[in-house]
């Protein structure tokens, strides 16, 4: 399965963030006539980026992704819908999941702003553009057909910062995604590595177990044509290969909440400093809490030297807290609990490596890497000027893809981030992102713990909620070839 | 120490009055998925001895499946199963259960065919037992009572630790924590109740199997070699042959799988399939699960399967036969996730129990492949999961680890001897 990606037919937003391009809207669109909508599919598709290079580089994007509701809103047949996965057709919002990715409490679905049971989105219409071009770049897109194709929900405006909105330097831990396809997918990773199969990320090739994501094949007919052969079934059509999912989630951040309950924490600024780097896991710069930058190891793909490290030299969690968000949401682990020769790693196999308590807690992370393109949204505050004016709402519209939701954004949203029993630990979940609320036992979730060489634990209680769920769905993110299928025009 | 036993009722159903049985299931929870601990009919609560207790009705949605072998489809009656784990003898718990929820049970196995007003409770249930061919217990002797305590005590340490804990030596801090804990116990906060005395009759048992089986495997060694050649070219074939059966799960069945799971941080999983005919996967059915019960029983080490360390009961069970069988488990985490960390961690275990199963993807040298093939294994798996109607699990909100962290506080606080480092160990476990 070696053919090489036709970069011309994947939306640009899977290997490039527009850092140039530094304004950005989103808009959530509902479906109101199916026949405009796809007639101004067909005009918008020549202004969707795609992932080829280009010279010189283009000032405007558009992307452009649908839920499942919005593809049978289009028209597609419900017979290939349904094989598509069944996360993305069941949706965000749906109970089940929704226990199951922790958004419960105040982030439960009924009360998201949108997205909501019932309030699906149809399409996300992502315009993205350097300053100068953006407002007529948008204009011209949001023209009469546009107006009459679709009900538009736009989310503010956003723009792109150095930092997110706590403070803190984002973006740094990013997969690198094996374009090239070089990568022979082992069965025992047992050495961290940054570069993950391009599977992971793009349907219609192979993922980290080698084998190709479930997704629709469509016979060949004339409304077909346009699609490529799918890899293990040439006689039929791919409509998913190049395209992927696109998880969405709009995370309002309580700036002035976490700076002030860190404060409170701490005896001094520098001490606050150094709560909210081990909440987080970085320090404001960004440079990891672990080791040093620039370790005489590098990392496959690892990239920048922030980035260059893994928790290996920190077993005891007193340099960078085993509950950390960056240590949750990335554990930078292998196959195998430790290295060894042949019979050591029988002895793993079986059982029998080691009975410390600490010993083969997690899965392994090369499963379950998710490629972010999120942007912030809302002003900035600076929690050091006081006011006494309601904040306007900021956050981040958290934007992941992956090619398997369940696996790859679920997986590290439910059991490794939201989940108050990561890791071996207890009462504690994301410290950054965790909803407080208490499990159904009455256990709380709500601490937050320093572990410290040689001495007892530091335990901080009490966290309040520093983020809140204000909206969310599952998208798929269509290839080039997949737009102009959706967008041609039908008889039904 | 006070060794797990399982308790395992598998009766056919009245099809007149399946709709009254499920009437009164669901009358034992709350909401789905949410068993109410002290319901009228089996009060869970009130048994201290009772780790894990499910009722489930063994519907069977693979049963035509056999036809993809040539054979024709079987019927089999309709199943309910009562399954539960316990400390201490099942004979003992069978009476209490008898004495406790009399009338409930007699309510539930009312429907149940062969069952009248005048039959005796504890006989019938003794009569429809089916005890598994292979089971599996997370640590051995680990009572729910131990479990509570340890519970109470890790509670107690964290309240204690908060509060700050002078000491300049690792050593010196555990000696303030160990005192502190001594203090809760004479105060009657905290309670280490004694372990109980292991039943002779248990330990004779244990003996004569651990040491039984291998000499018996030593006694047919020439056999078992003359035979393996044969075995093996016989295996490959069926391995090569036997077709696949992986239909796309439906998504309104997974839907109401998905809303019983994930209410506790532990979560229930049944699974029912038929076994593929024929006489080599009947052995080798029978081998890996016998193989499987040995090694749960004298080899693992306390809280591990393997390199899993999250379940904390699991068995398999023929089902009227030996053409079906029925595995339960006990887990932490969601089901993603527990069929994740299988692929990874213990496939090999994986392949070798469930290839023997119809349609499971095709493995080679019973250990290879198979459920590598991650899309396949996940949908094989849902479609064979079926629902449990009522689960309970006597200590909410903690996990398989938090039970092995809080054991290992108890120890240490028993410890003889301990050094410095031993204490700094301790103390990290905190």
Not at chain 1, 221 to 249: C, F, I, Q, S
Not at chain 1, 461 to 471: H, I, K
Request: with cysteine; glycine share 8%.
């Amino acid at each position: 399965m070696s053919s090489a990606v036709d970069f011309a037919d994947v939306q640009g937003l899977v290997r490039f963030g527009h850092g140039s391009m530094t304004m950005a809207r989103y808009d959530l669109l509902e479906i109101k006539d199916p026949d405009a909508a796809r007639s101004w599919l067909r005009m918008a598709i020549p202004d969707v980026v795609t992932a080829a290079k280009v010279s010189p580089r283009p000032t405007t994007a558009l992307h452009l992704a649908f839920t499942a509701p919005g593809l049978q809103a289009l028209g597609l047949a419900d017979s290939v819908i349904a094989d598509f996965s069944h996360e993305f057709r069941t949706g965000m919002a749906a109970e089940a999941r929704s226990r199951l990715i922790g958004d419960v409490g105040n982030n439960s679905p009924e009360h998201w702003q949108w997205g909501g049971p019932g309030h699906e989105p149809h399409v996300l219409a992502m315009f993205f553009g350097e300053e100068a071009d953006f407002e007529a770049f948008v204009g011209r897109l949001r023209g009469e057909l546009f107006e009459r194709a679709f009900e538009a929900h736009p989310l503010e405006m956003a723009h792109l910062d150095v930092t997110e909105p706590f403070g803190f330097a984002d973006g740094i831990s990013q997969p690198e995604i094996d374009w090239k396809q070089r990568r022979r997918t082992p069965t025992d990773q047992r050495e961290y590595t940054n570069v993950v199969a391009l599977g992971e990320f793009l349907l219609g090739y192979e993922n980290e177990y080698g084998k190709l994501t479930d997704r629709p094949l469509l016979d060949a007919d004339a409304t077909a044509a346009g699609l490529l052969d799918a890899p293990e079934a040439p006689d039929k059509k791919d409509l998913a290969r190049n395209g992927t999912y696109l998880v969405m989630r709009q995370l309002e951040q309580d700036v002035r909440g976490f700076w002030k309950f860190v404060h409170e924490q701490s005896e001094g600024p520098e001490e606050a400093e150094q709560l909210a780097a081990a909440m987080v896991g970085r320090t404001r710069a960004g440079a990891p809490l672990v080791g040093g930058a620039g370790a005489s190891d590098s990392i496959d793909g690892a990239g920048p030297p922030e980035n260059q490290f893994t928790f290996d030299d920190d077993p005891t969690g007193s340099e960078c807290p085993f509950g950390a968000h960056i240590r949750r949401a990335n554990p930078r682990n292998t196959d195998e609990p430790e290295r060894g020769g042949l019979l050591k790693r029988l002895r793993i196999a079986t059982g029998f490596g080691s009975k410390e308590f600490r010993y083969d807690l997690m899965s392994s992370v090369r499963f379950h890497r998710i490629l972010r393109r999120g942007r912030a949204y809302g002003a900035t505050i600076d929690p050091t000027q006081p006011t006494d004016e309601l904040d306007a709402p900021t956050g981040l519209h958290f934007i992941c893809i992956n090619a398997n939701i369940s696996r790859q954004f679920e997986f590290v949203q439910g059991a490794w981030l939201a989940s108050s029993k990561f890791s071996g630990m207890t009462g504690e979940a994301d410290p950054l992102l965790g909803t407080r609320e208490p499990l159904l036992s009455g256990d709380s979730t709500n601490s937050f713990k320093l572990p410290k060489d040689g001495d007892l634990r530091r335990r901080v209680s009490d966290l309040p909620q520093f983020v809140t769920l204000r909206g969310g769905a599952y998208f798929f993110l269509p290839s080039l070839r997949a737009l102009s299928y959706l967008a041609q025009p039908r008889t039904d | 120490m006070t060794p797990q036993s399982t308790f395992t009722v598998l009766a056919p159903i009245d099809p007149a009055r399946e709709g009254e049985l499920r009437g009164l299931l669901d009358a034992m929870n709350d909401a789905p998925g949410r068993v109410d601990p002290n319901n009228q009919i089996v009060p869970f609560e009130q048994f201290d001895t009772l780790h894990f207790a499910r009722l489930l009705i063994l519907d069977d949605q693979t049963v035509g499946d056999v036809e993809i072998h040539g054979l024709a489809r079987r019927t089999y009656p309709l199943y309910l199963a009562f399954l539960g784990d316990i400390d201490g003898g099942e004979r003992a718990f069978l009476k209490e259960l008898a004495r406790r929820a009399g009338p409930g049970l007699r309510a539930v196995f009312s429907c149940c065919e062969g069952f009248r007003p005048d039959t005796d409770l504890v006989a019938w249930m003794k009569q429809h037992r089916s005890a598994p061919i292979a089971n599996f217990v997370n640590t051995r002797g680990r009572t729910v009572t131990q479990i509570r305590e340890e519970a109470a005590l890790w509670d107690a340490l964290q309240r204690r630790v908060d509060a700050g804990v002078p000491g300049d030596t690792a050593l010196a801090r555990y000696e303030t924590l160990r005192d502190f804990a001594t203090g809760e116990i004479d105060a009657g906060r905290l309670r280490f109740t004694a372990p109980g005395r292991t039943p002779l009759l248990w330990s004779i048992r244990k003996f004569v199997h651990m040491v039984g089986m291998p000499m018996l495997a030593l006694a047919f060694l020439p056999v078992l070699i003359a035979t393996l050649p044969f075995y093996v070219v016989a295996l490959r074939r069926l391995e090569r042959s036997d077709p696949e059966l992986i239909p796309t799960v439906d998504q309104e069945y997974s839907d109401a799988l998905a809303a019983t799971e994930d209410h506790d941080v532990t979560n229930q999983f049944s699974a029912l399939g038929s076994r593929k005919p024929g006489s080599v996967r009947l052995i080798t059915t029978l081998g890996v699960l016998m193989t499987i019960e040995y090694a749960a029983r004298h080899l693992t080490w306390p809280g591990r399967l393997g390199r899993i360390r999250t379940i904390h009961f699991a068995r398999w069970v023929f089902v009227g036969g030996r053409d079906r069988v029925v595995f339960c488990s006990n887990y932490d985490g969601g089901v993603d996730t527990y069929m994740d960390d299988f692929i990874n961690k213990a496939g090999f275990g994986l392949n070798a129990s469930f290839s023997n199963c119809i349609g499971y993807p095709t493995t080679n040298w019973l250990i290879r492949d198979g459920c590598k093939d991650e899309r396949k294994y996940k949908e094989f798996l849902r479609r064979h999961t079926i629902p449990t109607q009522v689960w309970y699990k006597a200590y909410p909100g903690l996990t398989a680890i938090d039970l092995d962290r809080n054991s290992r506080l108890r120890q240490g606080l028993l410890a003889e001897e301990m050094t410095e480092r031993d204490a700094a160990d301790w103390l990290a476990l905190l």
